[in-house]
């Protein structure tokens, strides 16, 4: 069983900058994929940003050019640079990993962070 902790959430002012953390109890570099995720009350959570185990990115039309996602295999963790957040970014944010053997996907999901942004 994988273990995955976020970390680095907390209030920030709109226009500064913060950066999270979701570290693996175990090795990252055997997940297919890793992404952040986020939730805010009454809805349904959408994925932010991923990143592939050749380190391909995709990232939310709302985060294109202020986020910056990364993974370091050495030290187990990914992490989500977010540059300029806006108070809509204000979100419960989640990590996620995921790979795939024998035709079978294995989830993992991170407990949560919650990110607030003051204007």
């Known amino acids: 069983q994988v273990h995955l902790v976020e970390s680095g959430g907390g209030s920030v002012q709109a226009g500064g900058s913060l950066r999270l953390s979701c570290t693996a109890s175990?090795?990252?570099?055997?997940?297919?994929?890793m992404g952040w995720y986020r939730q805010t009350p009454g809805k349904q959570r959408e994925l932010v940003a991923f990143i592939g185990s050749g380190d391909s990115t995709n990232y939310a039309d709302s985060m294109k050019g202020r986020g910056t996602i990364s993974r370091d295999n050495a030290k187990n963790t990914m992490s989500l640079q977010m540059n300029s957040p806006k108070p809509e970014d204000t979100a419960v944010y989640y990590c996620k990993a995921h790979f795939i053997r024998l035709g079978k996907r294995y989830d993992y999901w991170g407990q949560g962070t919650q990110v607030t942004v003051s204007s």
């Open positions: 175990g090795s990252i570099s055997s997940f297919d994929a």
